[in-house]
């Protein structure tokens, strides 16, 4: 793996009276900022070949809107990924590293933010960097982070739906 992007999902509705978290729907605005990440992703070159989606409905939603801009990319989803922690989400990326060069893992916080958090630490990222994060992790984010030959996770990039334009 060279790549890695963690995304969160995009903007939900909220929980209806005695609905289910898990099936909770995309906002409109959140249908928009996906489709928005998506082509502001790839327009960057980011591009994954496989992604790793949680089963949530909003997960799913976001990544059928940001597949439209990626082009051929295979799929998995995990139950672990639903409401993950760091160390599950980190367990999965380093399950399935040697198979991609650019893996995409779209979740739900707090385990995205946590484990990106945990990379930019790792990495030594800049202060600024680390200041930058440390203000959460907005619906629809993603951090985008490289691989060096040691396999250790770079950062290269953040990017946020209100960064994009959605035209």
Do not use: K
């Not at 009276?17 to 249908?31: C, H, K, T, V």
């Not at 949680?54 to 801009?69: E, I, K």
């Not at 946590?114 to 951090?143: C, K, N, Q, T």
Request: glycine content about 12%; charged content about 25%.
């Amino acid at each position: 793996m060279q790549r890695l992007i963690l995304m969160r999902h995009g903007e939900a509705e909220r929980a209806a009276g005695s609905g289910r978290d898990r099936d909770r729907a995309l906002s409109g605005r959140g249908r928009t900022d996906a489709a928005a990440m998506g082509r502001a992703l790839a327009a960057r070159g980011v591009r994954p070949d496989l992604a790793l989606v949680s089963p949530a409905t909003r997960t799913r939603q976001t990544w059928d809107l940001l597949h439209d801009a990626f082009g051929d990319v295979q799929i998995r989803d995990d139950e672990a990924l639903y409401n993950g922690g760091a160390d599950t989400l980190r367990r999965l990326v380093e399950g399935v590293e040697d198979e991609a060069g650019c893996l995409m893992v779209v979740a739900h916080n707090p385990g995205v933010h946590l484990l990106a958090v945990e990379y930019l630490i790792e990495g030594a990222a800049s202060p600024s960097v680390l200041d930058r994060m440390s203000g959460g992790f907005p619906p629809g984010a993603a951090a985008i982070f490289g691989v060096d030959s040691a396999g250790r996770r770079m950062f290269e990039g953040w990017l946020q739906p209100r960064d994009v334009a959605a035209g």
